[in-house]
């Protein structure tokens, strides 16, 4: 009896421990992500000075500076700018309809919006529209090409206009220096590489902790729970009782006399849901895909509509009451 007692409390004790080895845990610095190519075919989806990616902590210079975007709302559209990258030499521009219009008319608000940022701020701007579900905007019937570069001709003090993508070589290296990006961008909020890096070394170390306390919780505490049964009858008793408790529960629910509590039901109700969902997805996968591209369209018409709404609120407050 003591040694069948003893291989169930092993059992129990290695059972978390093997919990536990999935719970893995990799250190990385934080940095926002980088700005598409001028290939790039996606709207981003947050601003780049506040999306996280875990990459290597060498990535990164204490020097390097990541900007805020810039939002600001045009009635049918909004637009927002990405000032740029560390080692990029423009900056990326964003129009969101919101609104139906015709593909001229959004090249046409694209040209204009490069002309205004390029005036505000001088650097190469990469500019692409995009529709409500997050797709580059098609241009064929109006323009070249769905992407325009824009840039300031030194040697002709006038603004260059480009329907194509343009190689890195052909346009101006000012956004490659620091101290240039630090003046003109002097309005737009920014963080420096230490900041961030000081930011993603707390956010590790309490990462750590959570780990811990987990790894305490599932794998110390049933150790020593499993050691002190041995070492006191009282509680062994007390697990012995809690067994029992729990059988007559059971017992009570298997014959129908403990009637099963609101959550429980609506738990059953989802499961049932769920494996009722699963097997007509395996049934007919080609149909799940569609359904899924359906839902994912339909969360960025919705984000895109939001964002948008956000905007209007934010740049024109209501004057009522």
């Given at each position: 009896?003591?040694?069948?007692?003893?291989?169930?409390?092993?059992?129990?004790?290695?059972?978390?421990?093997?919990?536990?080895?999935?719970?893995?845990?990799q250190?990385?610095?934080?940095?926002?992500?980088?700005?598409?190519?001028?290939?790039?075919?996606?709207?981003?989806?947050?601003?780049?000075?506040?999306?996280?990616?875990?990459?290597?902590?060498?990535?990164?210079t204490?020097?390097?500076?990541?900007?805020?975007?810039?939002?600001?709302?045009?009635?049918?559209?909004?637009?927002?700018?990405?000032?740029?990258?560390?080692?990029?030499?423009?900056?990326?521009?964003?129009?969101?309809?919101?609104?139906?219009?015709?593909?001229?008319?959004?090249?046409?608000?694209?040209?204009?919006?490069?002309?205004?940022?390029?005036?505000?701020?001088?650097?190469?701007?990469?500019?692409t529209?995009?529709?409500?579900?997050?797709?580059?905007?098609?241009?064929?019937?109006?323009?070249?090409?769905?992407?325009?570069?824009?840039?300031?001709?030194p040697?002709?003090?006038?603004?260059?206009?480009?329907?194509?993508?343009v190689?890195?070589?052909?346009?101006?290296?000012?956004?490659?220096?620091?101290?240039?990006?630090?003046?003109?961008?002097?309005?737009?909020?920014?963080?420096?590489?230490?900041?961030?890096?000081?930011?993603?070394?707390?956010?590790?170390?309490?990462?750590?902790?959570?780990?811990?306390?987990?790894?305490?919780?599932?794998?110390?505490?049933?150790?020593?729970?499993?050691?002190?049964?041995?070492?006191?009858?009282?509680?062994?008793?007390?697990?012995?009782?809690y067994?029992?408790?729990?059988?007559?529960?059971?017992?009570?629910?298997?014959?129908?006399?403990?009637?099963?509590?609101?959550?429980?039901?609506?738990?059953?109700?989802e499961?049932?849901?769920?494996?009722?969902?699963?097997?007509?997805?395996?049934?007919?996968?080609?149909?799940?895909?569609?359904?899924?591209?359906?839902?994912?369209?339909?969360?960025?018409?919705?984000?895109?509509?939001?964002?948008?709404?956000a905007?209007?609120?934010?740049?024109?407050?209501?004057t009522?009451?």
């Amino acid at each position: 009896m003591l040694g069948l007692r003893i291989k169930t409390s092993v059992r129990y004790v290695v059972s978390r421990i093997r919990l536990m080895i999935g719970f893995c845990f990799q250190e990385g610095s934080y940095v926002p992500d980088k700005p598409y190519s001028q290939a790039g075919l996606r709207r981003s989806a947050q601003p780049l000075s506040s999306t996280l990616a875990i990459i290597s902590p060498h990535t990164m210079t204490p020097d390097d500076i990541r900007f805020a975007s810039v939002k600001e709302d045009r009635g049918w559209y909004f637009v927002e700018y990405f000032p740029p990258h560390p080692d990029f030499r423009f900056s990326v521009l964003q129009l969101s309809v919101v609104e139906s219009h015709d593909a001229n008319a959004v090249a046409n608000a694209m040209e204009y919006e490069a002309r205004d940022w390029l005036r505000r701020y001088p650097v190469p701007v990469m500019v692409t529209a995009f529709s409500l579900e997050g797709d580059v905007f098609p241009l064929q019937s109006a323009r070249p090409t769905d992407h325009l570069i824009a840039f300031s001709d030194p040697t002709q003090s006038k603004e260059v206009l480009r329907w194509e993508l343009v190689a890195d070589a052909e346009l101006p290296a000012v956004a490659l220096d620091r101290t240039f990006l630090k003046r003109i961008f002097a309005n737009v909020p920014s963080k420096t590489g230490r900041e961030i890096q000081a930011e993603a070394q707390k956010h590790i170390t309490t990462l750590k902790v959570g780990w811990w306390i987990v790894f305490l919780w599932a794998v110390v505490v049933p150790l020593g729970v499993a050691v002190l049964e041995w070492w006191s009858d009282l509680l062994g008793l007390v697990v012995l009782a809690y067994a029992f408790f729990k059988a007559a529960v059971e017992a009570l629910r298997l014959t129908g006399h403990l009637p099963k509590s609101e959550r429980e039901r609506q738990k059953e109700a989802e499961d049932l849901k769920m494996r009722h969902y699963y097997y007509h997805c395996e049934r007919n996968p080609e149909s799940f895909e569609r359904l899924k591209a359906d839902n994912f369209r339909r969360e960025e018409i919705e984000r895109t509509k939001s964002q948008a709404a956000a905007l209007k609120t934010q740049q024109h407050p209501s004057t009522d009451g």
